[in-house]
Every structure is written in C-alpha cells, then in structure tokens.
C-alpha cells in the first residue's frame, strides 16, 4: 500500500473535475509491466501525460518553487515505476472518435525505483489528458533522455481494446498515467532524496508488521 504522505495536500489542491480515461500501455519486445494500486483521481495532477521543462527545481522560488517540489515529492510518492529513458519517437495522431493524440515510443536505460522489465514501450497522452496542452507546447522538447514517472493500473474494457464489437471483450488489461521531467543532474539528485525518503518510511512499515507479527504468534 502506497504511503499517504500527501493527502492533505492534495486534497487541498484538487479543484478540478477528472475527465481522463485509462490508456493502455502497448508494450514491446520484452517489456512487462505490473499493474499497481487503483488510480486514484487526486493523482491526476501528478501523472497528466504530460512534461516538465524545469532543469533544476531547487533554484525555483517562491510559491512557484515551492509548489514544484511538492509535486515532485508526490510523484517520487506514488509512482510505481520511476527511470530514465531515451526517447525514440514522437508521433501524432488521431483515435477511432476523434480525439488528437500523442504516442512517445520510449527505451528503458535504468530502473530508479520499482520492477520494469528492460525494453520499448509506448507512452500514450490525448487531447483529454490534464497534460497534453503543455505537453504539446513543449513538443520540441521532447527528445534525448528524460525521467520517467510512471502509475500503472488495471482497467476492464466492457469492449476489446480495439473497440470492435462482436470479439471477445478484453476484461483485464494494464493502463498507464505518466509524467516527464528533464533528466539533469539536479532534479535526478531530488528524485534520489525523495526516493530514500519513501524507501525509509516502506521500511518502516515492514518493520512494524513484522513485530507485530512476531508478537500475535508469541502469544
């Protein structure tokens, strides 16, 4: 179970309505990926499928800085799968109804935190998507090697995942919400440190349940 560091903040700071559908993860090669916890709608804001441009957050100031790294800290907090990758393709498109899309065909260099198997996949953000705007605005961007924060789930189809009626209906499937950051020395350096945090309190709890484990069987 995922710590709640962060309820009250986002709670606070969740004003608006979630819109979004699950997209699903379209692997390739060897590439695996386990679904995590339900996704929850107060996680929107820090997996939109979408991009950040900011190098070095710790020199942000102000509320704006402050802000920045309290959405990284939930990000590092929540995330199932944290790595740097190399971006291999941008490509635009349009989906069955209509809505514009953007595919990022991405490589895995290295696990940070999580279980991912080393590979090609496809990350997926639509005009829907909390992300997409800026996203978009940033297209160019969107290239060389970047840090990955990735949220995994299961979703059912009431169709196949193709949307064709008269298949057989796909009723477990992996969906995906994500996040890219630059990855410069700097904001690598606070994703570590929040990461140790997460891993300290994981740790935590690890300990707790087996004492109290070891204490139930005692008596």
Do not use: W
């Not at 990000?75 to 899309?101: F, K, P, Y």
């Not at 477990?172 to 300290?200: C, D, E, M, W």
């Not at 935590?204 to 484990?213: L, R």
């Amino acid at each position: 179970m995922k710590p709640n560091l962060l309820g009250a903040v986002m709670k606070k700071r969740l004003t608006f309505a979630i819109v979004l559908l699950p997209l699903v993860v379209v692997g390739c090669g060897a590439t695996t990926i386990t679904p995590g916890e339900p996704f929850q709608p107060s996680e929107q804001r820090f997996f939109d499928d979408g991009i950040d441009v900011v190098a070095d957050i710790n020199a942000l100031q102000g509320q704006f800085g402050f802000e920045a790294r309290e959405d990284m800290d939930a990000r590092c907090n929540l995330a199932d799968v944290i790595a740097q990758v190399t971006i291999e393709s941008v490509h635009s498109s349009t989906r069955g109804d209509g809505v514009a899309e953007t595919l990022i065909s991405v490589k895995i260099n290295q696990i940070i935190y999580g279980e991912l198997s080393t590979g090609e996949f496809q990350l997926r953000s639509n005009a829907n998507s909390l992300g997409y705007t800026l996203l978009k605005r940033h297209e160019s961007a969107i290239n060389g090697e970047k840090l990955l924060f990735l949220r995994t789930f299961e979703m059912e189809n009431e169709t196949n995942e193709r949307g064709l009626s008269g298949e057989t209906p796909v009723k477990q499937t992996v969906g995906h919400h994500f996040h890219l950051s630059p990855n410069s020395s700097a904001v690598l350096g606070l994703v570590q440190k929040y990461i140790q945090k997460r891993k300290g309190a994981e740790s935590g709890k690890t300990d707790e349940s087996v004492e109290g484990n070891t204490g139930a069987s005692a008596n």
